[in-house]
C-alpha cells in the first residue's frame, strides 16, 4: 500500500509541476485576449477599424523606388516623332474626313496593290476596272491590248509586300488623295507565242518598288479609293 501511494504522490508531483510551466508559458486567460485568427474573415479596408483589435491599419509607406506617376495626357504615341509626323502627314485629310484611319488605309492599299498587279498579269479588266480611276484604266487596258496582239502570256506569282508607307496626302472639298509607296517581291515572267520566255524569270524573286495614288471624292457615299496615278521609283 506504501509503495503505491509513494509513486502516486511522485506522479501527482510531476503533474503539478508540468501544469505551472505551462501555466507560466502560456499564461492565464484574462477575457481581453484578442480572437483567434480567421483567414477567411473579410479584411479590414485601409482606415477603418478591425473588429478584432480596435487597431486602425495605415496605408503602407512607399519607398518611392516603384511609384510612377502616369498623366492621363501623357501617350507615348504623341511624342513619337514618326507618328507626329504621320499624323502632320494626313492631316489635309482628316480635316475633310474626321473617319480616316491611315493603317487601316494602309491595309486595304495593301490588299488592292496585290489584286491589282495580279489581274494586270492575267489581264483580268473586270477585275481591274472599279479599282482603277478611268485613266490609269485606260492605260492598263491598253498595255493588255498590246500583250494580247503579240499573242504574250505572263507567268505571275506574288510573293509579298516587304513595306508599304504613306508619303503624301492632300485633301479639298472635291478630293482626297493618298500616295503609298509599296516594295514587294515577285515572280513574272513574259512568254512568247511560242512559250519562251522573253522577259523576266520563271523562278527569280524581284524586288519592285512602285508609289501609287489613291484617291475619292468626299462628296459621294462612295467610300471606296481607286487608284489614280502611278510612278515607278527611282
Known amino acids: 500500500?506504501?509503495?503505491?501511494?509513494?509513486?502516486?504522490l511522485v506522479f501527482i508531483a510531476i503533474a503539478v509541476f508540468f501544469f505551472l510551466r505551462l501555466r507560466g508559458v502560456l499564461g492565464k486567460r484574462?477575457?481581453?485576449?484578442?480572437?483567434p485568427h480567421n483567414p477567411y474573415a473579410e479584411k479590414p479596408k485601409t482606415g477603418q477599424k478591425s473588429s478584432n483589435d480596435n487597431v486602425i491599419n495605415l496605408p503602407k509607406r512607399s519607398d518611392g523606388k516603384n511609384d510612377k506617376h502616369v498623366d492621363e495626357d501623357d501617350d507615348e504615341e504623341d511624342i513619337d516623332p514618326k507618328k507626329v509626323a504621320l499624323r502632320k502627314l494626313v492631316a489635309p485629310v482628316?480635316?475633310?474626313?474626321?473617319?480616316?484611319?491611315?493603317?487601316?488605309?494602309?491595309?486595304?492599299?495593301r490588299v488592292a496593290y496585290e489584286m491589282i498587279v495580279t489581274a494586270y498579269a492575267s489581264g483580268d479588266r473586270n477585275q481591274l476596272k472599279p479599282l482603277l480611276s478611268e485613266e490609269v484604266y485606260a492605260g492598263f487596258d491598253e498595255a493588255i491590248a498590246e500583250?494580247?496582239?503579240?499573242s504574250e502570256s505572263v507567268d505571275f506569282t506574288f510573293v509579298g509586300i516587304e513595306k508599304a508607307n504613306l508619303v503624301d496626302a492632300h485633301g479639298d472639298d472635291t478630293e482626297l488623295?493618298?500616295?503609298?509607296?509599296?516594295?514587294?517581291?515577285l515572280i513574272s515572267a513574259t512568254r512568247d507565242q511560242g512559250g519562251d520566255i522573253i522577259d523576266g524569270s520563271a523562278s527569280?524573286?524581284?524586288?519592285?518598288?512602285?508609289?501609287?495614288?489613291?484617291?475619292?471624292?468626299?462628296?459621294?457615299?462612295?467610300p471606296n479609293w481607286r487608284l489614280v496615278a502611278t510612278e515607278a521609283a527611282d
Open 30 to 35: 484574462t477575457g481581453h485576449e484578442r480572437r
Open 94 to 109: 482628316v480635316a475633310r474626313d474626321p473617319d480616316f484611319d491611315p493603317k487601316e488605309f494602309v491595309t486595304g492599299a
Open 1 to 8: 500500500m506504501q509503495f503505491f501511494d509513494f509513486y502516486t
Open 147 to 150: 500583250r494580247e496582239s503579240r
Open 177 to 185: 488623295r493618298v500616295t503609298v509607296r509599296f516594295v514587294s517581291e
Open 204 to 222: 527569280k524573286v524581284t524586288e519592285v518598288t512602285d508609289i501609287w495614288t489613291f484617291a475619292r471624292d468626299p462628296r459621294e457615299g462612295d
